[in-house]
Nanobody, 121 residues
Framework: VQLQASGGGLVQAGGSLSLSCVAS????????MGWFRQAPGKQRELVAS???????NLADSVKGRFTISRDNAKNTVNLQMKSLKPEDTAVYYC????????????????WGKGTQVTVSS
C-alpha cells in the first residue's frame, strides 16, 4: 500500500493551489484521510481530515480558505487551498488510515511522501 501525493509548488500570497493524494495497493477500505504539514523548525500539524462518510475537520488557521474532499471510489483525497499566506509554506503530507483486512477495522496508518508548498509574500 502506498500514498502518492501530487500538486504543490510555488505561489504568490493570495493565490491558490490544489493537492491530491491517491492510495493504491491491496486496500479493503479507508477510514479517515487527511493532510498534515510541517514547516521548518516546527512540528507536524493537522491541516484537514475527512472521514469515510465525508465529515471534515479543519485547523482553525485554514478554515474558510482550505477545502478537503475525497472520492471513495478512487481512493483519493484532495485539498483545495485558496487565499494562501506565507505562513502556509510547509511540506504537506497525505495521511490515511487504511483497512487491509475486514477483521481489523481500525486500519493501519499510512503516510505519503511530502510535497512542498511555498507561498511567497
Amino acid at each position: 500500500v502506498q500514498l502518492q501525493a501530487s500538486g504543490g509548488g510555488l505561489v504568490q500570497a493570495g493565490g491558490s493551489l490544489s493537492l491530491s493524494c491517491v492510495a493504491s495497493g491491496r486496500i479493503f477500505s479507508i477510514n479517515d484521510m487527511g493532510w498534515f504539514r510541517q514547516a521548518p523548525g516546527k512540528q507536524r500539524e493537522l491541516v484537514a481530515s475527512i472521514s469515510s462518510r465525508g465529515s471534515t475537520n479543519l485547523a482553525d488557521s485554514v478554515k474558510g480558505r482550505f477545502t478537503i474532499s475525497r472520492d471513495n471510489a478512487k481512493n483519493t483525497v484532495n485539498l483545495q487551498m485558496k487565499s494562501l499566506k506565507p505562513e502556509d509554506t510547509a511540506v504537506y503530507y497525505c495521511n490515511a488510515r487504511i483497512v487491509l483486512i475486514p477483521t481489523n477495522s481500525l486500519g493501519v496508518n499510512y503516510w505519503g511522501k511530502g510535497t512542498q508548498v511555498t507561498v511567497s509574500s
